[in-house]
């Protein structure tokens, strides 16, 4: 079974940090671009990073800059999302998403089932 599975989501307080993981199990991400997306409930999903197969970022969401930062371990076929100076209002679930290229990623492809996170005092 192809799928994609996140993990590290939680409660944290203004300020603080949490590294979301994505692991791909059925397939390898290598050749892949992988994604992060995120959503609010009654808001449409949000692009947020993304990584292509040669390790490159490309950044959707100028609130993320200078405090998120993605990268991936092709040796644990997996991709993570680090998260500093976390605000309430990231405060949404994170999805993962796989595709071929980031230019398609979020339209076509693999998805995770969604972390999480919470950022409350």
């Known amino acids: 079974q192809l799928q994609l599975v996140e993990s590290g989501g939680g409660l944290v307080q203004p300020g603080g940090s949490l590294r979301l993981s994505c692991a791909a199990s059925?397939?390898?991400?290598?050749?892949?671009?992988a994604g992060w997306f995120r959503q609010v409930p009654g808001k449409e999903r949000e692009a947020v990073l993304c990584?292509?197969?040669?390790?490159?970022?490309?950044n959707y969401a100028d609130s993320v800059k200078g405090r998120f930062t993605i990268s991936r371990d092709h040796a644990k076929n997996t991709v993570y999302l680090q998260m500093n100076a976390l605000r309430p209002e990231d405060t949404a679930i994170y999805y993962c998403a796989a595709a071929r290229s980031c230019n398609v990623i979020g339209t076509r492809g693999y998805w995770g089932q969604g972390t999480q996170v919470t950022v409350s005092s």
């Open positions: 990584v292509s197969s040669n390790g490159g970022a490309t």
């Open positions: 059925g397939f390898t991400l290598d050749g892949y671009a």
